[in-house]
C-alpha cells in the first residue's frame, strides 16, 4: 500500500521558471491538500480539494496553481518561481474528519 | 483566526525519561487534533487523533489527552528511547473540509 506518492523529490529552479509537482493517493480519498513547510513556520495550507473536480485556496495560494485531474491525483503548479517559494512542499489526503496521510515531500529550491 | 501554539521548540532528555509535548490552540471550536511525528528529511506520520468529544487516545507508549475548553493538548510518551528523537507536531481541524492548522512543532532529543 503506497498510500501518498509525490515526486519529485528534489528539485532546483531558476527564478521565472515553471514546475508542477505531482501527487497521488491510492487510499480513495475525497479530500487532498498541498501544505508548504518553512522553518519555524509549520505547515501552512497552500490549497486544496474536497472532491474531484473542485479547489480552493488556502492560507498562502499566492504564486501557486492547482488541478484535481481525477480523484487520485492532485498537482501543484508554479508558473514562474520565485526565491519566497524555496521550501518543503507536502501533498496530504484524507477522508474529512479522519485521519491524514502525507506524501515524503519535494524539496524546492530556487535561485 | 485558529492559532496553535507549541511550546518549547526544543526539547531534550535522557533515555528512558517520560517526554511531555505541549500544544495549545486558541479556538475551541475544533474537528479533532492529531499528533504527527516528522524525522529529519520525511514526512510527516501521524501518531494519534483525538475527535473533539474524546478527552484522551493512547497506543502503546504514547497517551494524548484533549481539554478543548482550556484549548490544550498534552502528548505523553512513556520511557523515552534514542528512536523517539524526531519533532513533533500537532495540527486541529478547523472544518469539516479537512484543512488542519499545525503548530510549529517541537524537536525531540533522547539522549542514550
Same mark, same amino acid.
Given at each position: 500500500?503506497?498510500?501518498?506518492?509525490?515526486?519529485?523529490?528534489?528539485?532546483?529552479?531558476?527564478?521565472?521558471?515553471?514546475?508542477?509537482?505531482?501527487?497521488?493517493?491510492?487510499?480513495?480519498?475525497?479530500?487532498?491538500?498541498?501544505?508548504?513547510?518553512?522553518?519555524?513556520?509549520?505547515?501552512?495550507?497552500?490549497?486544496?480539494?474536497?472532491?474531484?473536480?473542485?479547489?480552493?485556496?488556502?492560507?498562502?495560494?499566492?504564486?501557486?496553481?492547482?488541478?484535481?485531474?481525477?480523484?487520485?491525483?492532485?498537482?501543484?503548479?508554479?508558473?514562474?518561481?520565485?526565491?519566497?517559494?524555496?521550501?518543503?512542499?507536502?501533498?496530504?489526503?484524507?477522508?474529512?474528519?479522519?485521519?491524514?496521510?502525507?506524501?515524503?515531500?519535494?524539496?524546492?529550491?530556487?535561485? | 483566526?485558529?492559532?496553535?501554539?507549541?511550546?518549547?521548540?526544543?526539547?531534550?532528555?535522557p533515555?528512558?525519561?517520560n517526554?511531555?509535548?505541549?500544544?495549545?490552540?486558541?479556538?475551541?471550536?475544533?474537528?479533532?487534533?492529531?499528533?504527527?511525528?516528522?524525522?529529519?528529511?520525511?514526512?510527516?506520520?501521524?501518531? #494519534?487523533? =483525538?475527535q473533539? /468529544?474524546q478527552?484522551?487516545?493512547?497506543?502503546?507508549? @504514547?497517551? $494524548?489527552? &484533549?481539554?478543548? %475548553?482550556? !484549548?490544550?493538548s498534552? #502528548?505523553? =510518551?512513556?520511557? /523515552?528511547?534514542?528512536?523517539d528523537?524526531?519533532?513533533? @507536531?500537532? $495540527?486541529? &481541524?478547523?472544518? %469539516?473540509w !479537512?484543512?488542519?492548522?499545525?503548530?510549529?512543532?517541537?524537536?525531540?532529543?533522547?539522549?542514550?
Open positions: 500500500n503506497a498510500g501518498v506518492t509525490q515526486t519529485p523529490k528534489f528539485q532546483v529552479l531558476k527564478t521565472g521558471q515553471s514546475m508542477t509537482l505531482q501527487c497521488a493517493q491510492d487510499m480513495n480519498h475525497n479530500s487532498m491538500y498541498w501544505y508548504r513547510q518553512d522553518p519555524g513556520m509549520g505547515l501552512r495550507l497552500i490549497y486544496y480539494s474536497a472532491s474531484e473536480g473542485t479547489t480552493d485556496k488556502g492560507e498562502v495560494p499566492n504564486g501557486y496553481n492547482v488541478s484535481r485531474l481525477n480523484k487520485r491525483e492532485f498537482s501543484l503548479r508554479l508558473e514562474s518561481a520565485a526565491p519566497s517559494q524555496t521550501s518543503v512542499y507536502f501533498c496530504a489526503s484524507s477522508e474529512e474528519d479522519a485521519e491524514a496521510f502525507f506524501g515524503q515531500g519535494t524539496r524546492l529550491t530556487v535561485v | 483566526k485558529q492559532e496553535v501554539t507549541q511550546i518549547p521548540a526544543a526539547l531534550s532528555v533515555e528512558g525519561e517526554l511531555v509535548l505541549n500544544c495549545s490552540f486558541t479556538d475551541s471550536a475544533i474537528y479533532n487534533l492529531q499528533w504527527f511525528r516528522q524525522d529529519p528529511g520525511k514526512g510527516l506520520t501521524s501518531l #494519534l487523533l =483525538i473533539s /468529544s478527552r484522551e487516545q493512547t497506543s502503546g507508549r @504514547l497517551n $494524548a489527552s &484533549l481539554d478543548k %475548553s482550556s !484549548g490544550r498534552t #502528548l505523553y =510518551i512513556a520511557a /523515552s528511547q534514542p528512536g528523537s524526531a519533532t513533533y @507536531l500537532c $495540527a486541529v &481541524l478547523t472544518d %469539516s !479537512g484543512k488542519l492548522q499545525f503548530g510549529a512543532g517541537t524537536q525531540v532529543v533522547v539522549t542514550p
